[in-house]
């Protein structure tokens, strides 16, 4: 059985047949020539596998994340970061990696922080001489750091799947959030040197003070989202409906730059953009549930306890398979199909299990600008009109830096951890 499900799923993935089919569509296949079991059994394993409370938060933080884009929010928020940042050398690029993290906050989505700030900031780079390889690779990538800073939808997906506190692994985000962001920032500043980039301006309080006035609404969201999880007012769940609530209402009648037509776009857009997660999880359950019945976990279970691995490596062994998994699959349908697989060896090992969660995390956002099919590359080319050539040669310093990252988060388990245990031993109560 285990034979036909590997050949077949990489035929079906060399014919370049959609995840989600591909996953059910094997598991159909392997259970009529290998089992007595009912086919119908697949829809009752498609449905338990979003039937899970903390999944109810992505289409709510999807629909807010698209309000902040349409309603005029995100544009105040680069805005404010502008004018903090945006005067010193290299400070566009420093705006894009800053954007990007606030952005994140509201988010958690990488392919949307990718278009809303890169739709933004492109132009403006290309226009101070940054150039087009350079511009497009970081555009690419820091939309990236969404899914590592909370809240994000690979958190809840995690959470959902392993059981950990949905609370717990967004705090354990922050600080690998903002290690990623300051790498990102040594290799842009490094880069402004290099090529001779000059300062663009200079710092004006007014304009500071004039553009967090007008950012307050919009910055007011992920101090809404993360101040509410994090003082146990509501649980992430209920965090990301009061958000998307908050961005309807500033929208539409603080900023008035969105009516109830365009709001109606852009639930009908986020219903989309949520119905294709979910079916990719539901598909993933399958898959999923077919290696369990056919031992895969247990095998590999046995394999590394027999090889006599150390903890060291199998967390080295697990970014092995995510980064090159990243390559090839979609993040959700990656972290759902091996998750399983490691998480009962490493935690057997002794890895906290938010610490496993930020590790795999930051994989999946690094394969979404991994070549040759990281979602955000397609995502760039589409909205840029760029060569994959050209973004790809942009995105390899970043793609070195985020292998530090992911390094220094995999092996200095504090990063992940330090928060989650400060806030726990100050009554934090997860969710």
């Not at 059994?41 to 709510?60: N, V």
């Not at 939309?143 to 506190?165: K, N």
């Not at 200095?412 to 330090?418: A, H, K, M, Y």
Request: with cysteine; aromatic share 10%; charged share 5%.
């Amino acid at each position: 059985m285990l034979t036909t499900l590997c050949l077949l799923g990489t035929v079906l993935l060399l014919c370049n047949i959609p995840m989600f089919i591909l996953m059910v569509a094997t598991a159909v296949i392997v259970i009529l020539a290998h089992t007595d079991t009912p086919v119908m059994l697949i829809a009752s394993q498609m449905f338990g596998s979003i039937d899970k409370f903390a999944l109810m938060a992505i289409p709510f933080f999807i629909f807010g994340a698209a309000v902040m884009g349409e309603g005029g929010l995100s544009q105040r928020l680069v805005d404010w970061v502008l004018s903090m940042v945006g005067w010193a050398r290299g400070g566009l690029a420093m705006t894009t990696i800053v954007s990007c993290e606030v952005f994140g906050t509201v988010s958690g989505s990488s392919a949307a922080t990718t278009a809303a700030i890169g739709t933004l900031l492109y132009p403006p780079l290309i226009r101070n001489k940054y150039g087009e390889t350079f511009s497009l690779g970081l555009v690419t990538c820091t939309g990236a750091i969404a899914s590592v800073i909370p809240p994000s939808i690979g958190m809840i997906v995690y959470s959902a799947i392993t059981g950990a506190s949905t609370g717990a692994v967004f705090i354990g985000g922050i600080l690998p959030g903002i290690l990623l962001g300051t790498l990102f920032g040594c290799w842009v500043l490094v880069y402004v040197y290099r090529q001779n980039i000059p300062q663009t301006g200079a710092f004006a309080l007014r304009v500071v003070l004039t553009r967090t006035r007008s950012a307050g609404w919009a910055l007011g969201m992920p101090v809404l989202i993360l101040g509410g999880i994090y003082s146990g007012i509501f649980t992430p769940t209920e965090a990301s409906a009061v958000s998307a609530v908050y961005a309807v209402f500033v929208a539409l009648f603080i900023y008035r730059e969105m009516d109830l037509k365009k709001l109606f776009q852009v639930a009908i857009e986020s219903a989309l953009i949520t119905a294709k997660i979910m079916i990719i999880i539901a598909a993933s359950g399958v898959f999923v549930w077919l290696l369990t019945v056919g031992g895969v976990p247990d095998t590999v279970n046995a394999w590394v306890k027999g090889a006599g691995a150390s903890q060291f490596m199998v967390l080295l062994l697990i970014n092995i398979v995510f980064l090159i998994a990243g390559m090839f699959l979609e993040p959700n349908s990656t972290l759902v199909v091996l998750t399983p697989l490691f998480y009962p060896i490493a935690v057997g090992l002794g890895v906290d299990p938010i610490h496993l969660g930020i590790i795999l995390v930051l994989n999946i956002s690094i394969g979404m600008y991994t070549p040759p099919f990281g979602f955000n590359i397609f995502v760039s080319m589409g909205i840029f009109n760029a060569s994959m050539r050209k973004i790809v040669a942009g995105l390899m310093p970043f793609i070195w830096v985020s292998l530090l990252a992911l390094l220094l988060t995999t092996y200095i388990p504090q990063l992940s951890l330090w928060l989650p245990r400060l806030l726990y031993s100050r009554g934090f109560s997860g969710g």
